[in-house]
């Protein structure tokens, strides 16, 4: 069994593994089961051939895990904007986000828990049929691909930083950011490594993310201090990102290039 192969499944173990703390920490463990689940999406693009039914199964975990992710995240946005600002703080807003059919504050219910161990049998299963991975280059190739599509989505957000785009170049910056720890693995003591920049700049583009949703929310409700900060923050970080964004895929285009050509 190739590198790769093995990846996937340690990645799969390490879901698996989490399961049975479901039930005490419902929040936590769905993050954790959504990043796997991800990281599995991110290595599969290595492959040259996945089977429809791993692909499918994907989707649907993805699309069974998603909403309460988010549920948790529109909470935990606003307590960020508002503990230390008693003023912006809306009692109705909060109670709105806590009803979410979605929020999970409890050990989830019983029918849930089944339906994600159900999911990711399948998931099991459906890994079984993974074929034997492609050599080094191929791979490479895939990574300098996946390089060059976050360099475009940086460029296209210059130009419109709507919530779409910079949707698009955050998924292709933890897309990258999955497959350098593939390739690098989790611990790199340089701080300009694209390992570390992609991984600060997905959580940078993960929070500007986080924000545009949240945003959405209030669409309806006249809290203006509250749009306020939030689209001062979003600016804020925007320009965190662009500064990252530029070390990552401009400053730092030569380092990426002489890694992968030292690998090949």
């Not at 508002?82 to 009803?99: F, K, V, Y």
Request: glycine content about 4%; hydrophobic content about 40%.
């Amino acid at each position: 069994m190739n590198q790769l192969n093995i990846c996937l499944r340690d990645r799969l173990s390490e879901a698996l593994n989490a399961l049975p703390d479901l039930d005490l920490q419902v929040a936590l463990t769905i993050h954790e089961l959504r990043k796997q689940t991800k990281f599995i999406r991110a290595l599969l693009l290595l492959h040259q051939a996945v089977p429809p039914e791993l692909n499918q199964s994907l989707k649907m975990l993805s699309a069974l895990l998603a909403p309460y992710r988010d549920a948790q995240v529109n909470l935990d946005t606003y307590k960020l904007l508002t503990d230390n600002a008693p003023a912006l703080q809306d009692a109705g807003l909060e109670i709105s986000l806590r009803s979410n059919p979605f929020f999970l504050d409890s050990a989830p219910t019983l029918s849930l828990k089944e339906n994600i161990e159900l999911q990711f049998t399948e998931l099991s299963l459906a890994m079984l049929q993974i074929p034997v991975a492609p050599g080094q280059k191929a791979i490479f190739d895939v990574i300098q691909g996946s390089y060059e599509s976050g360099s475009t989505a940086m460029h296209q957000v210059r130009q419109n930083s709507n919530m779409e785009d910079l949707h698009t170049w955050r998924k292709k910056t933890k897309r990258l950011w999955y497959q350098l720890r593939f390739r690098f693995g989790d611990l790199i003591d340089d701080l300009n490594h694209p390992l570390n920049l992609s991984d600060q700049l997905g959580q940078l583009l993960g929070e500007i993310h986080d924000s545009d949703v949240f945003e959405l929310l209030l669409a309806a409700r006249s809290n203006l201090n509250l749009h306020q900060l939030i689209n001062s923050r979003r600016s804020e970080l925007l320009l965190q990102a662009f500064d990252l964004g530029d070390r990552l895929y401009i400053q730092g285009q030569p380092i990426f290039s002489q890694l992968l050509q030292t690998a090949r």
